[in-house]
Nanobody
Framework: QVQLVESGGGLVQPGGSLRLSCAAS????????MGWYRQAPGKQRELVAH???????TYKDSVKGRFTISRDSAKNTVYLQMNSLNPDDTAVYFC??????????????????WGQGTQVTVSS
C-alpha cells in the first residue's frame, strides 16, 4: 500500500504565502504524476496544479504566476508553493498520485491515491 501524507496548511493573511508538502511512502512503487486539488465548501474538487515524472507542469488558470508545483524524486515528495494568496484560495487541499505499484509479479497502475487533505484559510 502507498500512503500520501500532506503538511503545510494553515491560516494566512491575504497576500501571504504557504508551502504545502506531500510525501508518498510504501513499498515497490513508482510515481507517474502527482497533483494538488482543492475543495472549497459547497464546491466540487478542482485541479490546482499537476506535475509528471518528466516535470511537465500544468496549472489552473487562476493560480498561474502565483503557485508553483515541484517535486523531489529522491524523497517521493511534491510541493506546492503558494504566493499572493487571496480569500478565493481558501479550501482543503488534497494531494493526488498516479503511480505504478507491484502486486506479486505484476506491476499495476492506479491514479486515485489521495492524501487526507490540509486546510488552507486566507483571511485577515
Amino acid at each position: 500500500q502507498v500512503q500520501l501524507v500532506e503538511s503545510g496548511g494553515g491560516l494566512v493573511q491575504p497576500g501571504g504565502s504557504l508551502r504545502l508538502s506531500c510525501a508518498a511512502s510504501g513499498r515497490d512503487f513508482s510515481i507517474m504524476a502527482m497533483g494538488w486539488y482543492r475543495q472549497a465548501p459547497g464546491k466540487q474538487r478542482e485541479l490546482v496544479a499537476h506535475i509528471t515524472s518528466g516535470s511537465r507542469t500544468t496549472y489552473k488558470d487562476s493560480v498561474k504566476g502565483r503557485f508553483t508545483i515541484s517535486r523531489d524524486s529522491a524523497k517521493n515528495t511534491v510541493y506546492l508553493q503558494m504566493n499572493s494568496l487571496n480569500p478565493d484560495d481558501t479550501a482543503v487541499y488534497f494531494c493526488n498520485a498516479d503511480l505504478m505499484y507491484r502486486e506479486g509479479p505484476t506491476w499495476r497502475r492506479r491514479d486515485d491515491y489521495w492524501g487526507q487533505g490540509t486546510q488552507v484559510t486566507v483571511s485577515s
